[in-house]
Antibody, heavy 119, light 111 residues
Framework: QVQLQESGPGLVKPSQTLSLSCSVS??????????WTWIRQHPGKGLEWIGN???????YYSPSLKSRITISVDTSKNQFSLKLSSVTAADTAVYYC???????????WGQGTLVTVSS | NFMLTQPHSVSESPGKTVTISCTRS????????VQWYKQRPGSAPTTVIF?????PSGVPDRFSGSIDSSSNSASLTISGLKTEDEADYYC??????????FGGGTKLTVL
C-alpha cells in the first residue's frame, strides 16, 4: 500500500518561499508509469492542480503558477518537493501530494497539510 | 483551454439515485479520460471513478461513470444513496498539454 506524507512549515511569511516535501512509502518513486503531483485547495474552495514530476525529472506546471513554482524529485530519499516563491495570502491553502498514473488521475493521496501565509 | 462545469450542489434522499454532471466547455469530452473524486470534510480526496467508467477496488458498484458525447459531458451516478455518500465530488480530466483540469465540485447532500 503506497502512502504519501506531506511535510513542511505551516506558516510562511508573505513574499517568502513556501517549501513542502512529500515522502513516499510502500513503493518506489522511480517506478515507471507514474507522476508525482501537487494539488492545493483554498479554504472552502475546490481543488487546484499545481503540477507534477516524473522520477526522470520531467515536469508539468500549471500555467497560472508556472512562474513561481519548482517541483523536484529526490529518488534516493523517495520523496519529491514543491517550492512556491513570492507567496501572498492567496496561497493559503491545504496542499496535497498524490501519485498519478497518467492519464487516469491520482490513485493515492497524502492527507494534506495546511499552509498559511501571514506575517 | 477548456473548463469543466459541475452543478454547485445536489440533494437526494437515502436509497434514491443521483447523477452529477460534468460538462466540458470546448473540445471533446471523449478525447481525455475523466476521473471522479470524493472528498469528505477534513479529508483528502479519494477516487471513485477513473478512466471514465472504471471503479477502483473497494468502491461499491453503486457508483458508476459515463460519457455522453451528445452533451459533451461526463456523469457520476450513485444509486442506493447512503448517508456516507454525502461529500463533495470533483470531476477531473486533462488538457492537450497533459495538465489537469478540475471541475468546480458538487456538494452532495443525502437528506
Amino acid at each position: 500500500q503506497v502512502q504519501l506524507q506531506e511535510s513542511g512549515p505551516g506558516l510562511v511569511k508573505p513574499s517568502q518561499t513556501l517549501s513542502l516535501s512529500c515522502s513516499v512509502s510502500g513503493g518506489s518513486i522511480s517506478r515507471e508509469g507514474y507522476y508525482w503531483t501537487w494539488i492545493r485547495q483554498h479554504p472552502g474552495k475546490g481543488l487546484e492542480w499545481i503540477g507534477n514530476i516524473h522520477y526522470s525529472g520531467s515536469t508539468y506546471y500549471s500555467p497560472s503558477l508556472k512562474s513561481r513554482i519548482t517541483i523536484s524529485v529526490d529518488t534516493s530519499k523517495n520523496q519529491f518537493s514543491l517550492k512556491l516563491s513570492s507567496v501572498t495570502a492567496a496561497d493559503t491553502a491545504v496542499y496535497y501530494c498524490a501519485r498519478e498514473e497518467y492519464p487516469i488521475g491520482a490513485d493515492y493521496w497524502g492527507q494534506g497539510t495546511l499552509v498559511t501565509v501571514s506575517s | 483551454n477548456f473548463m469543466l462545469t459541475q452543478p454547485h450542489s445536489v440533494s437526494e434522499s437515502p436509497g434514491k439515485t443521483v447523477t452529477i454532471s460534468c460538462t466540458r466547455s470546448s473540445g471533446s469530452m471523449a478525447s481525455n479520460y475523466v476521473q471522479w473524486y470524493k472528498q469528505r470534510p477534513g479529508s483528502a480526496p479519494t477516487t471513485v471513478i477513473f478512466e471514465d467508467t472504471r471503479r477502483p477496488s473497494g468502491v461499491p458498484d453503486r457508483f458508476s461513470g459515463s460519457i455522453d458525447s451528445s452533451s459533451n459531458s461526463a456523469s457520476l451516478t450513485i444509486s442506493g444513496l447512503k448517508t456516507e455518500d454525502e461529500a463533495d465530488y470533483y470531476c477531473q480530466s486533462y488538457d492537450s498539454s497533459n495538465h489537469w483540469v478540475f471541475g468546480g465540485g458538487t456538494k452532495l447532500t443525502v437528506l
